[in-house]
């Protein structure tokens, strides 16, 4: 996997603010896309330094990539590109609501992508996080 190439797409994708502010359904988030837990200590309106920021934000890509290995046995074989789609949506959702993509996760484990981006589309997912669906559809369709 691009390592590289996963953290500058999931920056963009998740916007990076050092300034804890309520998300898009009302979750305190800080960072780069870091829902603020009660061990955090941070509410709405509380800054965070550069540092921290980007701790929390490596913190959570590893968390994203040991929950897509639980779910996809072989995942470090999977295609470089795969492997990057699931960690940036395992990042996005989180593990609970990733598992609800029971037939996407299905069409991934039989290496059946055109299924799968088909799949991703059924989703309210799909509608709430826009084009960044659609790019991640597509280089699922490239892997």
Known sequence: ???ERLLSQLRIDEGESLEVYADSLGYPTVGVGHRVTKSD????GDTITPQRKEALFIWDVGIAINNCRLVFSDFSKLPEP???VLVNMMFNLGSVHFATFRRFIAAI???NWKEAAREMEDSVWWKQVGDRAKRLQNMLLEG
């Open 1 to 3: 996997m691009n390592r």
């Open 41 to 44: 200590t941070l509410t709405v």
């Open 82 to 84: 795969v492997q990057e």
């Open 109 to 111: 484990k039989l290496n």
